[in-house]
């Protein structure tokens, strides 16, 4: 069974940092493509990140580029979101997301490329 666990949610002021780190098991995903997406309150959920398989592809929302990083160790089958400058539109729940095949790099920050999902990690950011 395919399970993806986030972690590293929480409440922190505007300007702050935090960590997001997803876990995955039941299966390697050293070679397929992950990402993070999030939801906010009343919003639909939306991209925020993606790395391709052998991490030299990233790619990033505009609200969240030059703030924050994608990164991966697929020898420990873990996707990390490293989050600076946080700000209050941030807020959200964070998902971790991975597809069950190799997808193009141009579809990462397509929401319906990807197939497994975690159970979303709350960032509280407030000012």
């Known amino acids: 069974q395919v399970q993806l666990v986030e972690s590293g949610g929480g409440l922190v002021q505007a300007g702050d940092s935090l960590r997001l780190s997803c876990a995955a098991s039941g299966r390697s995903f050293s070679r397929s493509a992950m990402g993070w997406f999030r939801q906010a309150p009343g919003k639909e959920r939306e991209f925020v990140a993606a790395i391709s398989w052998s991490a030299d592809s990233t790619d990033y929302a505009d609200s969240v580029k030059g703030r924050f990083t994608i990164s991966r160790d697929n020898a420990k089958n873990t996707v990390d979101l490293q989050m600076n400058s946080l700000k209050r539109e941030d807020t959200a729940v964070y998902y971790c997301?991975?597809?069950?095949?190799?997808?193009?790099?141009?579809?990462?920050?397509?929401?319906?490329?990807?197939?497994?999902w975690g159970q979303g990690t709350q960032v509280t950011v407030s000012s």
């Open positions: 997301a991975a597809p069950k095949r190799m997808i193009p790099r141009w579809t990462m920050k397509n929401q319906f490329a990807y197939d497994y």
